[in-house]
């Protein structure tokens, strides 16, 4: 019989599915159909900067608002259907600079800040029932995605950017229709040996207010660190890894292949990740990850082809694939509930968003002094170096919980 936490889990798998399929189209290609139109590798990758700048100030204020104004619902509403006309404009504005930047700047704040959106609804989702598997939903998400860079990187290939655009859009409206239809996850009938769920906040934060419970929160200022010094280097690799492609031979076709890739190698540690952490404790899952981002990160600068960088990607299954369930997962747990959605934004706008501010503009740097994209996965690796050393000195000084 399925049940109303199945029911609620695959109704979050779709909308996993159907938000990352419609990301793909942008945040997999974009810096190839920036150099396509005839953008150098710097300016696309120093665009790629601005907008993670865009993200990071976005995320924090999107959680706040989610905390204590709108739920996260209205606001993925909201966002995804401002994003469809700019996914349609976006191939047609590109022979003209300032309305590029100007799409990108929208198209970052209506759907690429949204993934940390969609990490805060889920987690939520939990509250209200605690059976929802997050892993099993974010592992949906990089299964569809790998599909969908697959495809996307050939119809790309063979038609043109505009095609790909167009399929994010439909998909984009598809994942409007399946948020619409996910309201509340409330439980009528709660397995006496599950947790009970934990309690919705209740009276409004202020913004001084909120600041101050997380910085008082050292286990998250933690994860904010290490987090912010591992992606630091591990943000190169949607920006930097078209440019290795094509410098190794490779098109478009081969730039969704390689995302494709690193995406259907999430989807085993997602999938799993629940039980993973029933025996194994949080704070070791992240640290394995750390390693693992590291070797990743230093081998691709060593990559000789396009057979061995694509086999070197598989170990996103072992850094990114097992780092970001694991750290959503022990937010939930950490982090008080009144603040709950602005941890989550935060923490995805510091790893995902200022990292990648620091990280795209060293690497900007270092290619347009140097040509050579290979010494910008030397400054990753050992950015993740960096990031693994902060996590095992939070160990040592036992500011993990």
Same mark, same amino acid.
């Given at each position: 019989?399925?049940?109303?936490?199945?029911?609620?889990? &695959?109704?979050?798998?779709?909308?996993?599915?159907?938000?990352?399929?419609?990301?793909?189209?942008?945040?997999?290609?974009?810096?190839?159909?920036?150099?396509?139109?005839?953008?150098?590798?710097?300016?696309?990758?120093?665009?790629?900067? #601005?907008?993670?700048?865009?993200?990071?100030?976005?995320?924090?204020?999107?959680?706040?608002? #989610?905390?204590?104004?709108?739920?996260?619902?209205?606001?993925?509403?909201?966002?995804?259907?401002? %994003?469809?006309?700019?996914?349609?404009?976006?191939?047609?504005?590109?022979?003209?600079?300032? $309305?590029?930047?100007?799409?990108?700047?929208?198209?970052?704040?209506?759907?690429?800040?949204?993934? !940390?959106?969609?990490?805060?609804?889920?987690?939520?989702?939990?509250?209200?029932?605690?059976?929802?598997?997050?892993? $099993?939903?974010?592992?949906?998400?990089?299964?569809?995605?790998?599909?969908?860079?697959?495809?996307?990187?050939?119809?790309?290939?063979?038609?043109?950017?505009?095609?790909?655009?167009?399929?994010?859009?439909?998909?984009?409206?598809?994942?409007?229709?399946?948020?619409?239809? &996910?309201?509340?996850?409330?439980?009528?009938?709660?397995?006496?040996?599950?947790?009970?769920?934990?309690?919705?906040?209740?009276?409004?934060?202020?913004?001084?207010?909120?600041?101050?419970?997380?910085?008082?929160?050292?286990?998250?200022?933690?994860?904010?660190?290490?987090?912010?010094?591992?992606?630091?280097?591990?943000?190169?690799?949607?920006?930097?890894?078209?440019?290795?492609?094509?410098?190794?031979?490779?098109?478009?076709?081969?730039?969704?292949?390689?995302?494709?890739?690193?995406?259907? %190698?999430?989807?085993?540690?997602?999938?799993?990740?629940?039980?993973?952490?029933?025996?194994?404790?949080?704070?070791?899952?992240?640290?394995?990850?750390?390693?693992?981002?590291?070797?990743?990160?230093?081998?691709?600068?060593?990559?000789?082809?396009?057979?061995?960088?694509?086999?070197?990607?598989?170990?996103? !299954?072992?850094?990114?694939?097992?780092?970001?369930?694991?750290?959503?997962?022990?937010?939930?747990?950490?982090?008080?509930?009144?603040?709950? %959605?602005?941890?989550?934004?935060?923490?995805?706008?510091?790893?995902?968003?200022?990292?990648?501010?620091?990280?795209?503009?060293?690497?900007?740097?270092?290619?347009?002094?140097? !040509?050579?994209?290979?010494?910008?996965?030397?400054?990753?690796?050992?950015?993740?170096?960096?990031?693994?050393?902060?996590?095992?000195?939070?160990?040592?000084?036992?500011?993990?919980?």
């Amino acid at each position: 019989m399925m049940t109303e936490s199945r029911k609620n889990t &695959l109704h979050a798998m779709l909308l996993e599915a159907f938000f990352w399929m419609s990301s793909c189209a942008y945040g997999g290609f974009i810096v190839t159909m920036l150099t396509d139109y005839g953008y150098s590798s710097a300016t696309a990758t120093a665009l790629m900067t #601005c907008m993670a700048a865009v993200s990071f100030i976005a995320q924090p204020i999107t959680g706040y608002l #989610c905390d204590n104004y709108f739920s996260q619902r209205k606001l993925y509403l909201v966002l995804i259907s401002c %994003s469809v006309p700019l996914y349609l404009l976006l191939s047609r504005s590109m022979a003209f600079m300032p $309305l590029t930047v100007l799409c990108m700047f929208f198209i970052t704040l209506t759907m690429q800040q949204v993934s !940390g959106l969609v990490d805060a609804w889920l987690v939520h989702l939990q509250q209200e029932d605690p059976r929802i598997n997050y892993g $099993l939903c974010r592992g949906t998400g990089s299964l569809t995605y790998a599909a969908a860079a697959q495809v996307m990187g050939a119809v790309t290939a063979r038609y043109s950017h505009d095609a790909r655009m167009l399929m994010g859009a439909v998909l984009a409206v598809i994942s409007l229709v399946v948020a619409f239809t &996910l309201r509340g996850a409330k439980v009528t009938h709660r397995d006496p040996r599950e947790p009970e769920p934990a309690p919705l906040p209740k009276n409004r934060l202020g913004t001084v207010e909120t600041i101050r419970v997380l910085v008082k929160n050292k286990t998250y200022l933690l994860m904010l660190c290490m987090s912010f010094t591992l992606f630091l280097g591990s943000s190169s690799l949607n920006t930097f890894l078209p440019v290795l492609v094509k410098e190794l031979g490779g098109n478009s076709a081969q730039v969704g292949t390689i995302f494709a890739v690193c995406a259907i %190698s999430e989807v085993p540690a997602m999938f799993l990740m629940s039980a993973i952490l029933r025996r194994f404790k949080a704070k070791y899952v992240i640290l394995f990850s750390c390693v693992f981002y590291t070797l990743r990160l230093t081998l691709t600068c060593l990559a000789p082809n396009l057979t061995l960088l694509f086999a070197i990607q598989i170990m996103q !299954g072992l850094s990114f694939a097992v780092l970001w369930p694991a750290s959503i997962n022990y937010l939930n747990r950490i982090v008080e509930d009144q603040v709950k %959605s602005t941890a989550v934004m935060t923490y995805s706008s510091v790893a995902l968003g200022i990292a990648g501010i620091f990280g795209n503009a060293i690497g900007t740097l270092i290619l347009s002094l140097t !040509g050579n994209v290979r010494l910008v996965f030397v400054f990753a690796g050992t950015a993740a170096a960096a990031g693994l050393m902060i996590g095992l000195f939070g160990l040592a000084r036992k500011i993990w919980k």
